[in-house]
């Protein structure tokens, strides 16, 4: 089993400030400013954790993968001899772009070897967030893992940019931009084809996620960056077997709920690998559970996730299409 290499003092993520970086709030510039800013959280004159940041999603909300990465950092606050291995978050309300969030946390249980905090995500009175997080000092044990599926590697696969580009005449504008839009992460499809072009009965995604910017060697913000790599684009898995729908811009997605186990100490500085597969979709909600490997095939974490999806219009032949669909 590997293990972090250094005990953290448990304010690893979290700092005062008396200067104040920048507050993009409008979701732009993440792969400029990368994940260590965008997961810091600050103290308020009372003491409080809050975040001035937004990563903002496709529906104009905090992206999902930013109030993960979040929780995980407000919840390691003071915790030094145990790590976090599993987080379980429901998301209860759309987080506002240029609202504070703030982050109350309370232990539920404190063991000898485990610990669970309770995380409350807040903007005023609203709840965006609960999560629950259990940490586990280091065990030796045997072990086994699911082994990495085969991939082509990341470098010979398109950027997404590449990707819009290249399918330009055969998919609406709109999805090309979302395509070109640049994130924290950089994502490689292993099969673009699939993901625009093609029903795949079995719901399978696989690609390759890498951030932007190196994360200093921090043992908590390693794994908020796990967090935050979770939520991003593992949700569309279900739409895998919905043939075109991912293209179809009109749909509204948003995250439900999430659980993120984390197998052993991650080092997120360099690629991915994502294989997720959906087993269910249906009344409007779909299921995914993805792993997440080291390039040398560790298995570093698997997370599942419910997903509402809305926008559906019958097609009057017994199907649903999804408003901004391109004509065949
Ligand atoms: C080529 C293609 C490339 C593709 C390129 C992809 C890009 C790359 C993607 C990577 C993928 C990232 C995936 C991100 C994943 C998250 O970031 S999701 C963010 C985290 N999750 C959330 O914010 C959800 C928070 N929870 C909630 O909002 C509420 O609990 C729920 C789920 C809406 C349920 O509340 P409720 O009151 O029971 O809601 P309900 O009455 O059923 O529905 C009404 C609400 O639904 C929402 N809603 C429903 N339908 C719609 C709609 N059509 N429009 C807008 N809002 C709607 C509204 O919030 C609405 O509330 P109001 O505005 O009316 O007040």
Redesign the pocket.
Known sequence: MSTPSTPHSGAAGTEKFNTVAPDLGSGEGWDKLGLAELMRLRFSDSGALYSPHADV???G???????IGQAIAAASHGISDRWAHSVQVS?????HPGEEMHYQVRTLMQGRSFQVQQVLGTQGSRT??SATISFQTEEPSPDHQRAMPDAPPPESLRT?QEV?AAYADR??AA??R??G?S?AAELRLVDPEA??FRREPEARLRFWVKLQRDLPDDPVLQRAAIGYLS??????TPLMAHLEA??G????????NHTLWLHRAPRVDDWLLVDAQSPFSGNARGLTTGHFYQRDGTLLATATQE??F??WVEDGQGGFRVPGMPAR
Do not use: E
């Open positions: 999603n496709i529906n909300a905090l992206f999902g993968g930013q109030l998301f209860l309300a759309p987080g965006v967030i997404l819009g998919i609406p999805a090309a979302r395509l839009q994130r993901f625009l939520d991003y684009w593992m949700p569309l991912k293209i811009t009109g749909l509204y997605l948003a995250s439900l997903c509402l809305r926008g």
